[in-house]
């Protein structure tokens, strides 16, 4: 008997006492089944009062006059015992052998009597329990799930020579096999890059792993731009794998960080189909599916393979043909310098000498646009070829799977008619039925697992191809941006070398060089200008505004300058009758309402030559 217990104590600060002049401490017993359920609501009586009728009240007590009265059972408190004894005879039999002993040992001050208990207490502590469960589950729901993560950064690369490079790398985990949350300086080669890669590919048919970027670009290995673009391209790689939750998971990623001298693939897994056997399998038409995300992407994926392998390869082909260009231009600027050494004439021969240079400088820049080119959009290109090519075949893994999927329906078709063949047959042997019961549910089981395998690599790949398309058209975007941002300044360079040799050509007499050049009116004596050549009035070069008979002969809805310059002042009034009727003339044929452009707007060779070296980006 426990007699400690208060009734003033911590759990019921507020309650009184039932028994009214009892002593301090109430004997409870210490039930331990009950021990973990929440106690019943506050109530400042424990158990219902009940008035009694003939005017005595509870203070007043038959406890201290008659020890051995007990108050008759209600048909509540009988059935509120009986199911109490029922769920727990054990606990039932406590309490009455409890009470019987409190009859006897506190004697003179008499036994409280035995109130009736509440019929429904046990059913009202089951539902205080499950509410308490309740909100345990809802608080589990509440804190937020770990988020695991897996990042890797890349530090350094190691080249020597044209051998395979070492790219070191520093990653940071959260997940929780890995022995530890950080691993510094880890040190790859690139083609140990290539084998985590083809491991991740067929390993993760759900997943699509890009293309490990090549360990030399075109900008020639060793060079600074070379070592940028392939430590960026490798991040990049390193930042899609990390992305992907089914890719980290995967053990061999763990091998591949955690390895402490080198790393080789511990579990080689191969594609579903290889050889002619997957050549025969994509000769034969697509199995039906009930995604047409996916059955419309794989046509789509391959023609992109094929349309940027051909883009890469006509790319090849350009710069090739750049880079002969500059050869040419090279050799052509070294003949043209040693034509001076032949030349009389004291302006012309500086001018060979200096233009053959320039000739030479312009030959270097057009092979630099060809690397440029190569690099910027030739590699792209080639990428993204391969990587397209990767996705392709994922898809295509996705389709033997899922006829292989059929094929194993048709199994279990063909099982389970056997075993519907041999039941209704006369003649049943034991081991007959065990081994089609046995076939059925291999086949079953076969079938269940498929089907689990391609609604996950279904699932996941449609997450997948949104994402590759995504992160694929922004490549390609700014691959072309960069391309053509590095052709402008290459034009830019080529037409400044253009402009420096300008004012030695100027200089070979006193008619500015262009008496030798076959043109008309041009004037006696001019000064040279060191402003730019190309304008949006007309070619420096030519010393007088365009005739408007020429103008008019290359293109009659061309336009044509109204104001004349101070050369066109000296032109006798005959002629310029002679213009303003073939003016008038050319306007009367046009198309009415319809002004005249002017130069300015004009898109042609010179003009855009012109804005192309005057304005910004």
Not at 538 to 564: K, N
Request: contains cysteine; proline residues 6%.
């Amino acid at each position: 008997m426990d007699y400690s217990a208060s009734i003033h104590d911590a759990d019921h600060p507020a309650e009184a006492s039932p028994w009214g002049n009892s002593p301090g401490s109430s004997p409870q017993h210490n039930r331990t089944s009950f021990g973990a359920l929440a106690e019943p609501p506050a109530n400042p009586f424990r158990y219902p009062s009940q008035s009694s009728g003939n005017g005595l009240n509870d203070d007043g007590g038959f406890g201290s006059a008659e020890a051995d009265y007990r108050r008759p059972d209600t048909a509540g408190s009988v059935s509120a015992a009986e199911s109490i004894s029922e769920s727990h005879p054990v606990e039932a039999a406590a309490d009455q052998q409890e009470q019987e002993n409190q009859g006897d040992s506190i004697g003179g001050q008499g036994s409280p009597p035995p109130f009736p208990q509440q019929p429904n207490f046990a059913q009202h502590q089951a539902q205080e329990q499950q509410h308490l469960q309740g909100q345990q589950r809802q608080q589990q729901a509440r804190r937020p799930q770990p988020q695991y993560k897996l990042q890797a950064k890349i530090t350094g690369l190691e080249r020597t020579g044209r051998k395979d490079p070492i790219l070191r790398f520093d990653v940071h985990t959260n997940l929780p096999r890995y022995r530890t949350t950080q691993y510094r300086d880890v040190r790859r080669l690139h083609s140990e890059f290539i084998k985590l890669a083809e491991h991740l590919i067929s390993a993760n048919p759900e997943a699509i792993v890009p293309a490990v970027p090549p360990a030399l670009t075109s900008a020639g290995a060793g060079t600074e731009e070379d070592e940028i673009r392939v430590k960026a391209l490798m991040q990049r790689w390193l930042n899609y794998v990390c992305s992907s939750d089914v890719l980290i998971r995967d053990e061999e990623m763990q091998l591949f960080v955690e390895s402490d001298f080198g790393y080789s693939p511990v579990v080689k897994k191969k594609q579903p189909a290889t050889g002619v056997r997957r050549k025969i399998l994509k000769q034969f038409a697509p199995p039906p599916d009930d995604t047409p995300e996916l059955q419309d992407a794989r046509p789509i994926v391959k023609l992109f393979y094929l349309g940027a392998m051909d883009a890469g390869h006509k790319v090849d082909k350009l710069v090739k043909s750049r880079r002969g260009l500059g050869l040419a231009e090279a050799d052509f600027g070294a003949k043209l310098g040693s034509m001076n050494a032949q030349e009389l004439h004291q302006g012309l021969a500086n001018a060979y000498r200096k233009l053959g240079k320039i000739i030479q400088m312009v030959g270097d820049c057009h092979a630099a646009q060809a690397t440029a080119e190569a690099t910027t959009i030739g590699d792209p290109f080639q990428h993204h070829s391969q990587d397209a090519f990767i996705v392709k075949e994922t898809l295509t893994n996705r389709q033997i799977l899922i006829r292989e999927f059929i094929q194993a329906q048709d199994h279990t078709r063909g099982r389970l008619t056997a075993a519907d063949r041999l039941k209704a047959s006369n003649n049943v042997r034991r081991e007959k039925v065990d081994e089609a019961i046995a076939a059925l549910d291999e086949a079953r089981h076969t079938e269940k697992t498929l089907y689990e395998k391609t609604t996950r690599v279904t699932h996941n790949l449609v997450h997948e191809r949104r994402k590759w398309f995504a992160r694929t058209a922004a490549d390609l975007r700014l691959s072309i941006r960069e391309y053509v941002l590095r052709e402008i300044e290459a034009e830019r360079r080529t037409l400044a070398l253009l402009e420096s040799v300008r004012p030695d050509i100027r200089s070979i007499d006193a008619s500015g060089g262009l008496s030798r050049l076959g043109r008309e009116s041009h004037p006696t004596v001019r000064r040279a200008s060191a402003a730019t050549s190309q304008g949006p009035k007309g070619d420096a070069w030519s010393g007088v505004p365009r005739r408007s008979a020429d103008t008019l002969g290359r293109s009659v809805s061309g336009s044509f300058v109204g104001g004349l310059g101070e050369e066109g002042a000296e032109v006798e009034e005959g002629e310029q009758a002679g213009r303003a009727r073939a003016l008038s003339g050319a306007r009367a044929g046009g198309l009415p309402g319809l002004t005249e452009e002017d130069d300015e707007d004009r898109v042609d060779a010179r003009n855009a030559a012109s804005r192309l070296a005057t304005s910004t980006f």
